[in-house]
């Protein structure tokens, strides 16, 4: 099978991630996943959603969004009202991050993750996933050097998350799949997953031919290798999880 940048099978695309790309915000980075290049900025802002006002705890949301040109064709602008895909994603971004959080401790505040698509060629829902939470890390150390965090605060955020597209293509389990792979696809697999093994999600369907339990094991198998290494490299940009690790490289 020939795949693009000659990898194989359970090969990873090139992947980047260039942190504190934005002078303003409380985290940011661009992350590329081959061609798939997307922006994640993390905004603090200092409320919590209604229904937790009172209650001491923050918030982790996310809003996604495809630039007009990220795609062959333009998309327009989702101006008044949200469409489905778009929704279910941005559900998807604060679902994942979410389980990675401690909510209590660091005050009555919420993160605001903007996932912005700068260009797709498939995985642009694992992509902002695995950048958000570079961006919500630097925010949450961002808000501490600033003093907006209570000293008695631990490092709010217990394990690496990373997430990654694999399928069946033309009959043999992929991992990463860019977007010729994604359309052709017999079955379609989203995993996100934390660095220490366990599972958040796992999205699954079959497109053309139902999948077997032997494929699925295949499947996950390579995402879940896939997403170990994904948590290193943001381990390497970050450092470990704590307040004061040193400055991304």
């Known amino acids: 099978m020939n795949r693009s940048f000659s990898r194989l099978a359970e090969s ?6 260039e942190a504190n790309f934005y002078d303003y915000a409380e985290g940011s980075c661009v992350i590329s996943f081959g061609k798939t290049q997307v922006l994640c900025v993390a905004t603090v802002e200092d409320n919590a959603p209604p229904h937790l006002r009172g209650k001491g705890l923050g918030w982790i949301t996310a809003e996604y969004n495809m630039l007009p040109r990220s795609s062959p064709e333009r998309i ?23 389980t990675s959080v401690v909510m209590q401790g660091w005050g009555e505040k919420s993160i605001v993750l903007d996932c912005d698509v700068l260009r797709a060629d498939g995985g642009t829902r694992t992509a902002s996933i695995t950048g958000a939470f570079v961006a919500m890390v630097l925010a949450f150390r961002k808000m501490k050097s600033l003093g907006k965090v209570p000293e008695s605060c631990q490092f709010p955020v217990k394990d690496f998350v990373s997430a990654v597209s694999v399928g069946i293509v033309k009959g043999v389990p992929v991992c ?33 031919e139902a999948f077997s339990k032997e494929e699925f094991e295949k499947m996950l198998a390579l995402g879940t290798a896939a997403c170990q290494n994904l948590c290193n490299i943001q381990r390497q940009i970050l450092g470990p999880l704590d307040w004061y690790a040193g400055q991304p490289k």
Do not use: C, F, W
């Open 176 to 208: 990463d799949l860019d977007y010729v792979e994604d359309s052709t696809a017999e079955t379609d697999m989203n995993l996100v997953m934390t660095s220490s093994g366990k599972i958040i999600e796992i999205q699954g369907t079959a497109e053309k």
């Open 12 to 17: 990873l695309r090139p992947i980047t991630i």
């Open 76 to 98: 327009r602008r989702e101006r008044d009202r949200v469409g489905g895909r778009t929704h279910e994603i941005q559900r998807l971004i604060g679902r994942a991050l979410r």
